[in-house]
């Protein structure tokens, strides 16, 4: 996916033409909400459709999981292992007779949340550092430079196996590790951002109009540098989706019982000869939460480049 | 208000660089008054738009050195805290550049642009400041504006970005207009509808406007009062007309001369100027025109002339003979 990021889909290449006849006459009327357009105009991109559709889609499971979900996620019934699909079981039952519909939709709350949280709360953080770090300049951006560097200097996985192996395993550290490191990459990308977007004329005419540098910053120099940076965060929320699945499948994330997709493959993993299905469920869920987040991205950095449009 | 509104004095800027020090504006000084029009003309490299942005404190010091005095409306903008330099841009002085489709920020609304700009300086509701926005835009003839205004600039004209720009430096009713190059970037018949548009705009409001260019042409068109800049300095100041007419700088008789008129009687071949422009690099010692100068004497090449009223003329020139060369003949650079 990474590599299709700089070209603009045919679909939104398409899009300019329908966009054109669907606003022609309307002198005088203010169209002053580009961001009531901005969905539309999603809409319209077939593969950000695709995207924004497997996310809300996988989201709305995980959030409505309690209402949907058939059984307890952790209700064992020995009884009743590795059942195959039924009216009871939709997807059938795992190792321990657990309802395998309800525990996917119960780790698709972990999985997907905690993925989308961490995603964004990496980026609120990367992109505050990032544009105070290229904004500011001088003694300001050398030091934090010099922190971000120390920090990429380490493999990401091993500064969150290092705070997971000091705090324990669990959910709750596991994430605070990655808060902890995740956010170095964006910083050093939006400072790189910014640093352009500070050299064009549009910035000194802004601050030729006597805006003061808050306002710079917020109005025009960030507008300027999010369309990589919202790329980026949906790229990141996919890996970070497939990280949080691998460390649990290690063993580090998600403690059994509670169900979380990572998990569940390693559950799963032990009764691959009996019933390669539970192993291909969360394997399907994990690939296709992580394209929808890329194609969303793709999309999305389409709608946000004006001149793209 | 006594006395002008805006009055430089030996302004000077310097970039230090590993091969030495560029002196790109060189003690110059001058004053404009308050609704006048002044053109400030000169080749490129002679320092018209690093004044400009030192008088507006858009330069970065470090590395730029800028010392002398700008004193705008009975303060000194240098010496200025940065905070209220910021309340005076754009709300006082405002700026408009050369290439106006750059200068836009590209993911913002042209009218939303226009909106902030009023928004930094004024204490009004985002819904106001929208309204006055579609307001200057018609002031500046962009037609249908409330449908314009919402539009990108990438989708503009270079004439229709400039437009912006000017409703843009316009909206806080400034008391000066700095215009760097305006319409460089524009075709003739834009430009002539642009700076139509400047002087009544500014006309209207008694702005007094900086016209910075080096089209002598666009300057008989708008200016009331012209500087010569060379080198970094001010070789001749004077009305439109007394430039025009009589010009005593032989710098300026040089510009006169290397301009095509279609109006002219005889055929005539054009006389460029010389030489290359000095270089701010090495400010050649006495006149810095002296290089160039075909009237080069002695005396030239030792001392620096200043920029005073000689006794045979009526306006300001900083060559040690003005008034006693022989004029050019054949063109309006001869004497009435």
């Known amino acids: 996916m990474s590599d299709r990021a700089g070209i603009p889909t045919s679909a939104a290449r398409d899009l300019t033409g329908s966009h054109e006849r669907g606003r022609t006459d309307l002198a005088g009327a203010a169209l002053w909400a580009p961001k009531r357009r901005l969905l539309c105009q999603l809409v319209r991109d077939r593969t950000a459709l695709l995207g924004l559709v497997i996310v809300m889609v996988l989201g709305a499971l995980a959030l409505l999981a309690p209402w949907i979900a058939p059984h307890d996620p952790t209700a064992q019934d020995v009884l009743d292992r590795f059942a195959l699909p039924s009216a009871a079981h939709p997807l059938g039952t795992d ?32 992109t505050a550092v990032g544009t105070l770090a290229g904004f500011a300049g001088g003694k300001v951006d050398g030091l934090v430079m010099r922190v971000v560097d120390v920090l990429l200097a380490f493999p990401n996985l091993l500064l969150v196996l290092v705070v997971v192996g000091a705090l324990g395993p669990g959910m709750a550290n596991l994430a605070a590790a990655f808060l902890a490191a995740g956010w170095v990459s964006y910083a050093r990308i939006v400072r790189g951002l910014v640093l352009a977007a500070k050299q064009q004329p549009y910035i000194e005419a802004a601050r030729a109009l006597g805006l003061g540098p808050l ?22 929320t996919g890996q970070l989706l497939l990280a949080l699945a691998a460390l649990s499948f290690l063993g580090l994330g998600v403690q059994p019982p509670t169900p979380e997709w990572g998990a569940m493959l390693n559950e799963a993993r032990d009764a691959l000869a009996r019933a390669p299905r539970l192993m291909v469920y969360p394997g399907v869920l994990i690939t296709v939460a992580a394209l929808g987040f890329n194609l969303l991205g793709d999309g999305l950095r389409d709608v946000l480049d004006p001149r793209l449009r | 208000m006594t006395g002008p509104l805006l009055e430089v004095r030996d302004l000077t800027v310097a970039f230090p660089t590993p091969a030495g020090l560029i002196r790109a504006v060189n003690s110059m000084s001058f004053s404009a008054s308050a609704g006048e029009r002044v053109g400030i003309v000169g080749e490129s490299g002679a320092g018209k738009s690093v004044a400009a942005l030192a008088i507006m404190r858009l330069l970065p010091t470090p590395p730029a050195r800028v010392s002398g005095r700008v004193t705008f409306d009975g303060t000194d903008l240098l010496g200025l805290p940065a905070g209220r330099m910021r309340r005076v841009r754009g709300a006082r002085i405002a700026m408009i550049f050369q290439d106006p489709v750059t200068c836009l920020s590209p993911r913002l609304p042209v009218g939303e642009q226009i909106a902030e700009a009023i928004r930094a300086h004024r204490d009004v509701t985002r819904r106001a400041a929208r309204d006055r926005a579609t307001q200057l835009l018609g002031d500046v003839g962009v037609p249908a504006p409330g449908r314009w205004a919402a539009e990108y600039p990438h989708r503009l004209s270079g004439g229709m970005a400039q437009r912006v720009m000017i409703a843009m430096a316009l909206s806080c009713e400034p008391d000066l207009l700095i215009a760097d190059e305006p319409t460089t970037a524009l075709d003739v018949t834009i430009e002539a509808q642009i700076i139509d548009l400047l002087i009544a705009l500014t006309e209207e409001r008694g702005t007094a406007v900086m016209l910075i260019t080096h089209d002598l042409a666009l300057l008989a068109r708008f200016a009331e009062r012209i500087l010569v800049t060379y080198a970094g300095g001010i070789v001749e100041q004077g009305p439109v007309t007394t430039i025009y007419d009589h010009p005593t700088h032989p710098y300026t008789w040089g510009l006169l001369q290397s301009v095509t008129r279609v109006d002219e009687q005889r055929r005539r071949r054009l006389s460029p100027i010389q030489g290359v422009p000095v270089s701010a690099r090495a400010i050649p010692p ?42 050019p003949v054949g063109r309006r650079g001869d004497g009435p």
Do not use: K, M
């Open chain 1, 215 to 236: 306002r710079v910053a917020v109005r025009h120099l960030l507008p300027n540098v999010v369309a990589p940076v919202v790329v980026l965060w949906t790229l990141r």
């Open chain 1, 95 to 126: 190792h321990l007779g657990r309802d395998e519909f309800s525990r996917l939709l119960y780790g698709g709350r972990v999985s997907l949340l905690t993925s989308l949280a961490l995603g964004t709360g990496i980026l609120l953080i990367g």
């Open chain 2, 286 to 327: 006495g006149c810095p025109f002296h290089p160039r100068c075909p009237h080069a004497r002695d005396l030239c090449r030792q001392q620096v002339p200043h920029l005073t009223v000689h006794a045979a003329d009526d306006h300001p020139s900083a060559c040690h003979f003005a008034g006693e060369l022989p004029r």
